[in-house]
């Protein structure tokens, strides 16, 4: 994977687009010499997305299976993840 301050992926963003698209590259983009973000490949994203999604339902039945109240709407259950994120985020 190659690596790019943010200023030079910047300047090139075209062309590293084409290599990510045509040549299923990675390319890591830096801030300040950390790493900052990512291009990569969209059918790989794709692919992310749908194991998340995966994980999302199969935390979700394992929940379901496991709580003794009322179940929850799906916009409810992702509401509750994403809050349980922001906490172990922010400790």
């Known amino acids: 994977m190659e690596t790019y301050p943010l200023v030079e992926a910047r300047n090139q963003l075209g062309q590293l ?4 698209r045509h040549g299923q590259e990675h390319i ?3 801030e300040y010499g ?5 291009l990569i490949p ?3 994203l794709e692919e992310l997305q749908r194991l998340r999604d995966e994980a999302d339902i199969a935390e979700a ?3 379901e299976a ?7 709407s799906h916009d409810e259950f992702m509401a509750q993840l994403e809050a ?3 906490r172990e985020a922010a400790s």
């Open 17 to 20: 687009v084409g290599r990510v």
């Open 28 to 30: 890591l983009i830096t």
């Open 34 to 38: 950390r790493p900052a973000a990512a």
């Open 42 to 44: 969209i059918s790989e």
């Open 61 to 63: 039945r394992s929940r």
């Open 66 to 72: 496991a709580a003794s109240g009322p179940s929850l």
């Open 84 to 86: 349980e994120d922001r």
